[in-house]
């Protein structure tokens, strides 16, 4: 590029030291060719004016007479007249409810090797249940910010404020901030809501690494590069209240995490999107079940996600394929039973189908790698006894419309080792606005 | 270090003229050829779909998110048709100068007289839209109108290059205007032509050509076709028969073809935007081949 742009000067220099050679005639022969082609542009220009002058005469006559006979036009909504709810935020109600049968006891539900950081943390009710009702008010604060608020109603008739957030919308260079309660942009999991959640429930990693999804207040702030292929990085730093962190420590700012995606596209029918991610932070006091913790733990993801559509038309068929990897540090005290330094691991693999309009069909595979615990911590939630918590899960789904599905999906669950024969009924039913869906 | 400096100063100042033209995010093909039509050599114009894809449907990919931040331009439809993902790519795309209500965002229905407002808003209609039926391109004189706009707002945006979008709206006004005479007259004998429609997406077509829609595949705007009411339209045909079942290239054949082999009645494919079919290059062969089509299936020969 560069070697061209100086051929290009060394090619004007050479011919304009040419110019000076020729005499004053040629010279102006030049000078007269150019004028005429530019009174030749200039003509054309006129004339296709003058045309388009003539036949929009023609048209307005001929709308006129043609609008008295023509069949009525609603009219653009541009005149819309002022309306007191003209500025109300977007809303949107998500309603869920599920059956479940299940073939243990959910309240003695337990994972191996990992302590449940969250009562909530589980299968379940047996029987019919109510899910959470998510309540979403959403709007441009003005040309600086976006708000969001989501409220999930609990069947136990409490409210959990479960985001609350401000995001920037005018940051120069690609950075956008975000303020307030909100699910952290680690894994691929983690900030989506539960209603597009491909499954009935989490994966086991979420549930042993995060207690379902890591959710705190804080801060975010996002770079996304000014290149085709898709690169986001980003950093937060939170209170440090959620599970695997608690207690707040350092004055309320006792978790940060950094992470990044990079995404593409392949040919017109394959996308696809990475994502790594690490949390850190300290833990004071921790308390779950009868188990307290201080100390300092970390948490990592890659997450992978590969959408695949014929000529990327997703309507009749598409599939979706989704994996992501965690693996921790948890190293500190435990109150009353010693010092513990333990490295576990975890996977799920998840591919979800569609085979014609409306129906998709599903299966995931989840499996976790607890640690050894000292002999101080055996016979405590931590002490896998030897045991690999995993499950496998199939699932079919039928949406109506965009607004409504139902789902079935049957799962066997080992995550305390014993196998635990698990069927799901559930729907998710969208109210409202019409809620853009991210990747 | 210094000459390594300059080096790359000199570049980036001989570079310059390249990023200088004004990069375009186009929702759908149709915009993107008008922009290409009016913009010509000034535009870098991206396209983030194609005609085989529902743009009603389109996941908020990463590659489209790179994309629309650094677009300078974004050319959609508007009209609540991109609702399902272009409100992501904005809120992640970082990029101000595209946000709604900015010179940068170009919605194309803002400029056309919608049809088909629904008088009742509720979702058991189907997936409605508020503002009206979006799918204007099916319609000339809706290019027209907004064509008109468009070069407005790309002398708004590059004033740099004003002239440059006068002449070429001038220019491709006028081959439009007499493209119209010349597909008004094709239009002309199929005045009342009755015909059935996958989608609600040829509206417009309809209304321009003073076609007779005698019913639509799906039961309600945006719900797949049921075998149920398959099973109904094949009576109503029996009553009330059409010339053709029409459908996008995007949409599963299934259905139309079903139908087609109950009743007789021809299954085409319009391209219903550009590249939607290998005759459908631009936005002129666009028409030429719908009413190409269109002709064939009521039996009107070529002129």
Redesign the interface.
């Known amino acids: ?2 070697k061209k ?1 100086y051929l290009a000067v060394a090619l004007a220099l050479a011919t304009s030291a040419h110019a000076a050679d020729t005499t004053e005639q040629q010279r102006l022969q030049q000078l007269e060719a150019q004028l005429k082609q530019l009174q030749q542009t200039y003509q054309a ?1 006129l004339q ?2 003058q ?2 002058i003539e ?1 929009l005469k023609k ?1 307005a006559a001929a709308q006129s007479k043609a609008a008295v006979a023509a ?1 009525p ?6 005149g819309d007249t002022t309306r007191a709810n003209g500025f109300n935020p977007a809303i949107s109600a998500v309603l869920t409810g599920t059956y479940a049968n299940l073939s243990k006891d959910p309240e003695d539900y337990r994972l191996a090797g990992f302590v449940l950081g969250d009562e909530e943390v589980g299968p379940g009710s047996r029987g019919f249940s109510l899910g959470e009702s998510e309540l979403t008010l959403s709007a441009t604060v003005d ?1 600086w910010f ?1 708000g969001q608020l989501t409220a999930a109603l609990t069947p136990e008739n409490e409210v959990e404020l479960e985001e609350a957030y401000i ?1 920037t ?4 260079a ?3 901030g975000k303020f307030g309660r909100f699910k952290s942009g680690i894994g691929y999991l983690n900030s989506q809501h539960s209603h597009v959640w491909d499954f009935v429930d989490e994966p086991l990693v979420y549930r042993a690494f995060f207690a379902g999804q890591y959710a705190d207040d804080g801060v975010q702030l ?1 770079w ?8 986001l990085i980003g950093g937060e730093v939170f209170r440090g209240d959620s599970y695997p962190v608690a207690g707040a420590a350092h004055d309320g700012q006792g978790t940060y995490t950094l992470f990044a ?5 392949v040919g ?1 029918s394959s ?3 990475l994502g790594l991610g690490h949390l850190h932070g300290d833990a004071k006091e921790r308390e779950t079940d009868d188990l307290i913790f201080t100390g300092e733990n970390s948490v990592n993801v890659v997450d992978f996600v590969w ?1 695949w559509a014929p ?6 068929r598409n599939l979706k394929l989704q994996a992501e990897y965690f693996w921790d540090n948890e190293k500190g005290t435990y109150d009353g039973l010693g010092k513990v330094d333990l490295h576990r691991k975890g996977w799920y693999a998840q591919a979800v189908y569609q085979f014609m ?2 129906w998709r069909v599903g299966a995931r595979y989840d499996e976790l790698t607890p640690d050894k615990v000292p002999t101080a911590l055996q016979g405590t939630a931590l002490d896998a006894e030897g045991k690999t918590p995993r499950r496998s899960s199939v699932m079919l789904d039928y949406s ?4 409504s599905r139902v789902r079935l999906q049957f799962n066997r669950d080992e995550s305390s080792g014993k196998a635990d024969d698990q069927v799901y009924l559930q729907y998710t039913m969208s109210l409202g606005a ?6 | 270090m210094k000459k390594f400096v300059l080096v790359v100063l000199a570049w980036l100042v001989v570079q310059a003229p390249a990023y200088a033209k004004l990069n375009v995010f186009a929702c759908e093909p149709e915009w993107g050829a008008l922009t290409r039509e009016l913009a010509g050599d000034a535009a870098e114009v991206f396209v983030a779909t194609s005609a085989l894809q529902d743009p009603h449907h389109i996941q908020a990919r990463p590659s489209l998110i790179a994309k629309i931040h650094r677009a300078d331009m974004v050319v959609c439809t508007g009209a609540d048709l991109e609702v399902g993902w272009l409100p992501v790519l904005l809120r992640r795309g970082a990029n101000p100068k595209v946000l709604p209500g900015q010179p940068g965002y170009f919605e194309a229905a803002a400029h056309v007289p919608l049809l088909e407002r629904p008088q009742r808003l509720d979702r058991s209609e189907g997936d409605v839209h508020p503002q009206g039926n979006p799918h204007i391109q099916t319609d000339p004189r809706n290019i027209y109108r907004v064509g008109q706009a468009l070069a407005q707002r790309l002398m708004e945006i590059d004033p740099e290059h004003a002239a440059h979008y006068r002449v070429r709206w001038a220019a491709f006004s006028t081959r439009w205007q007499q493209a119209m005479q010349h597909w008004n007259a094709l239009g002309a004998p199929l005045k009342g032509m009755p015909i059935v429609t996958h989608h609600k997406g040829w509206t417009y077509l309809v209304h321009w050509l003073q076609l007779n829609e005698v019913a639509t595949l799906e039961p309600k705007p945006g719900i797949p076709p049921s075998s149920a009411h398959l099973q109904k339209l094949v009576a109503l045909l029996k009553v009330k028969p059409a010339r053709a079942i029409i459908r996008a290239p995007y949409q599963d054949p299934k259905p139309s073809e079903w139908l087609s082999a109950k009743t007789g009645t021809p299954a085409v494919v319009l391209p219903f935007t550009v590249g939607g079919t290998p005759q459908a290059k631009d936005l002129f062969t666009l028409f030429d081949d719908t009413l190409a089509r269109l002709r064939k299936a009521a039996g009107v020969g070529t002129p």
């Open positions: 590029m560069f742009h220009q296709a004016m045309q388009q036949t048209q069949a036009v609603t009219p653009a909504p541009a040309n976006y995001q919308l005018a940051l120069p690609g950075l956008t996002t996304l590069a000014p290149t085709d292929t898709y690169l995606k990079l995404g593409g596209d017109l996308s696809w999107q959408k000529n990327g038309n997703t309507t009749v309009p409306r109506n419309s965009e607004f019409h809620g853009a869906h991210s990747y």
